[in-house]
């Protein structure tokens, strides 16, 4: 470990949800999101990121026709301070039959238990979208299941899954996320059936439970694949929506019943089935 890391803080007027979208597809660390921004954080120096994101502020003013505030700081600190901070900011979650809680911590003897490092994973349950997916999870997969988790990030849902007794498919356009996910697994004792680094139309399977939390537009371009992927009979978990665009994602599942929706706050996760 380097003695320091770097730390981007960055406060947007609007379309936050773009601005995310962009981070995701250009930096190959993980992020947080606040109320008006994010922070990101990386032992390189993150200015190169910095003028990412002002160049792409500027492309999206001219798009929209609109004005959009940009502001961000960018700091180096400590790296010690910044892992004993962070450990402590991060406490277990309890999610219906999951328990989701860093090494350092304790398990439950009376839950399911999902060891995630936040220092090393992407999704350690705390986001709404994680936790909406892990509650689907719990209610609809069954021991013996099929399920394929599509942009399996940190792995935890498929984790969950492999726990609950389902045979698990796991893949990821992003070659960090599968790493992740397989060192999160053999964290927790679990192994996939199959992981991958590319799409779900990879798969030639069907399963029974088929996940994907990403985000709505990218729901939107591989519906065809999700449901490809699905068994006549199976159910589909869709997540990382924001409820202003649930009636667009739903635009393209038509041939779908919601069997539940469930919401937290802004973000939606809705179960589908085949009509």
Same mark, same amino acid.
């Given at each position: 470990?380097?003695?320091?890391?770097?730390?981007?803080?960055?406060?947007?007027?609007?379309?936050?949800?773009?601005? #995310?979208?962009?981070?995701?597809?250009? /930096?190959?660390? %993980?992020?947080?999101?606040?109320?008006?921004?994010? +922070?990101?954080?990386?032992?390189?120096?993150?200015?190169?990121?910095?003028?990412?994101?002002?160049?792409?502020?500027?492309?999206?003013?001219? #798009?929209?026709?609109?004005?959009?505030?940009?502001?961000?700081?960018?700091?180096?600190?400590?790296?010690?301070?910044?892992?004993?901070?962070?450990? !402590?900011?991060? +406490?277990?979650?309890?999610?219906?039959?999951?328990?989701?809680?860093?090494?350092?911590?304790?398990?439950?003897?009376?839950? $399911?238990?999902?060891?995630?490092?936040?220092?090393?994973?992407?999704?350690? %349950?705390?986001?709404?979208?994680?936790?909406?997916?892990?509650?689907?999870?719990?209610?609809?997969?069954?021991?013996?299941?099929?399920?394929?988790?599509?942009?399996?990030?940190?792995?935890?849902?498929? $984790? %969950?899954? /492999?726990?609950?007794?389902?045979?698990?498919?796991?893949?990821? +356009?992003?070659?960090?996320?599968?790493?992740?996910?397989?060192?999160? #697994?053999?964290?927790?004792?679990?192994?996939?059936?199959?992981?991958?680094? %590319?799409?779900?139309?990879?798969?030639? !399977?069907?399963?029974?439970?088929?996940?994907?939390?990403?985000? #709505?537009?990218?729901?939107?371009?591989?519906?065809?694949?999700?449901?490809?992927?699905?068994?006549?009979?199976?159910?589909?978990?869709?997540?990382?929506?924001?409820? !202003?665009?649930?009636? !667009?994602?739903?635009?393209?599942?038509?041939?779908?019943?919601?069997?539940?929706?469930?919401?937290?706050?802004?973000?939606? +996760?809705?179960?589908?089935?085949?009509?």
């Amino acid at each position: 470990m380097q003695d320091y890391y770097y730390e981007l803080v960055v406060k947007v007027s609007s379309h936050k949800e773009l601005f #995310a979208d962009f981070l995701l597809d250009t /930096i190959d660390v %993980g992020f947080e999101e606040s109320e008006d921004g994010f +922070t990101i954080r990386s032992e390189d120096e993150l200015e190169t990121i910095a003028w990412g994101l002002e160049q792409f502020c500027e492309a999206l003013q001219k #798009a929209l026709g609109e004005i959009i505030e940009l502001e961000y700081k960018h700091k180096k600190l400590k790296n010690s301070d910044w892992v004993e901070l962070y450990q !402590k900011s991060i +406490t277990p979650i309890k999610i219906d039959k999951f328990y989701i809680h860093p090494t350092w911590d304790a398990q439950n003897p009376d839950l $399911i238990n999902i060891a995630i490092d936040p220092a090393l994973a992407f999704g350690t %349950g705390h986001h709404p979208t994680t936790a909406s997916s892990l509650r689907a999870i719990s209610k609809y997969v069954k021991k013996g299941d099929t399920l394929i988790d599509i942009g399996c990030g940190s792995g935890i849902l498929a $984790i %969950g899954a /492999i726990k609950l007794g389902a045979i698990v498919d796991a893949c990821d +356009t992003d070659a960090v996320s599968v790493e992740n996910s397989k060192e999160n #697994a053999q964290l927790n004792g679990v192994e996939f059936a199959n992981i991958w680094e %590319g799409s779900c139309s990879l798969s030639e !399977k069907k399963y029974n439970v088929v996940v994907a939390n990403i985000v #709505a537009d990218v729901l939107t371009f591989i519906a065809k694949d999700l449901k490809n992927a699905l068994k006549s009979d199976g159910v589909l978990i869709l997540s990382g929506i924001l409820d !202003k665009y649930e009636n !667009k994602v739903l635009s393209f599942y038509k041939d779908c019943d919601i069997l539940e929706r469930i919401a937290e706050g802004e973000w939606v +996760t809705l179960v589908l089935k085949r009509k």
